[in-house]
Structures are given as C-alpha cells and as structure tokens.
Nanobody
Framework: QVHVVESGGGLVQAGGSLRLSCVASGGTFSRYAMGWFRQAPGKEREFVAATRWNDGITYYADSVKGRFTISRDDAKKTVYLQMNSLKPEDTAVYYC??????????????????????WGQGTQVTVSS
C-alpha cells in the first residue's frame, strides 16, 4: 500500500499564496504520477494539476494555469503545489493522489480521477475575499 499525506493548507487572503506538499510512502514504482484534486462544498471533485515522475510532464486545469505550479522532489517522492494569486473560488479541500501506472505520452488521462490508486485525506485551503 502507498500512503499519501498532504499538508500546507490554511487560511489566506485573496491574492496570497500557499504551498501544498504531498508525500507518498510505502512503495516503489518505476513509473508513477502524482496529482492534485480539489473539492469545494457542494461541488464535485475536480482536477487541479499532475506530474509524472518518469518524464517530468506536468498538466494543469485551465482554471489554475499561470497561477499554480506543480513540482516534485524525486528522492523524497514528494510533490508540491505552489499556489499564487489565490482567489476565493480556489477554496476547497485539496487532495493528493498517486497513480502507480500512468499512461505515457498523452497527458489528458492524468486529469481523470479514476486513474489514481491512492488518495490522501485532504488539506483545507480557504481563500477569503
């Protein structure tokens, strides 16, 4: 089993920044991806960003392009989400997910939550107006 833990959420004013961290442990895989999803109250879970360890490809939802940046630390199997220019609509519980067998080549499948095998508990991000 892979254990996934997110951290870094909190309260921030609109226009501010937060950095989320996600650590995956308990398994070693030659090809894997990690991604961020979020779910606001009363809404469905939506894709935010993802990256693949094997090729470093990143993929972002249109709503966060230019504001959020996903990065990784291969040695620690950790992924980060730097969130800048935060908006109230970014308020949500942010979940980190681990895909043990990502599709290589096309990036669009990384946005599909059904592809991810392990999920973290979530970290709350609240952006005040």
């Amino acid at each position: 089993q892979v254990h996934v833990v997110e951290s870094g959420g909190g309260l921030v004013q609109a226009g501010g920044s937060l950095r989320l961290s996600c650590v995956a442990s308990g398994g070693t895989f030659s090809r894997y991806a990690m991604g961020w999803f979020r779910q606001a109250p009363g809404k469905e879970r939506e894709f935010v960003a993802a990256t693949r360890w094997n090729d470093g490809i990143t993929y972002y939802a249109d709503s966060v392009k230019g504001r959020f940046t996903i990065s990784r630390d291969d040695a620690k199997k950790t992924v980060y989400l730097q969130m800048n220019s935060l908006k109230p609509e970014d308020t949500a519980v942010y979940y980190c997910a681990f895909d043990r067998d990502p599709i290589l080549g096309p990036v669009a499948p990384m946005a599909q939550n059904v592809r991810y095998d392990y999920w973290g508990q979530g970290t709350q991000v609240t952006v005040s107006s």
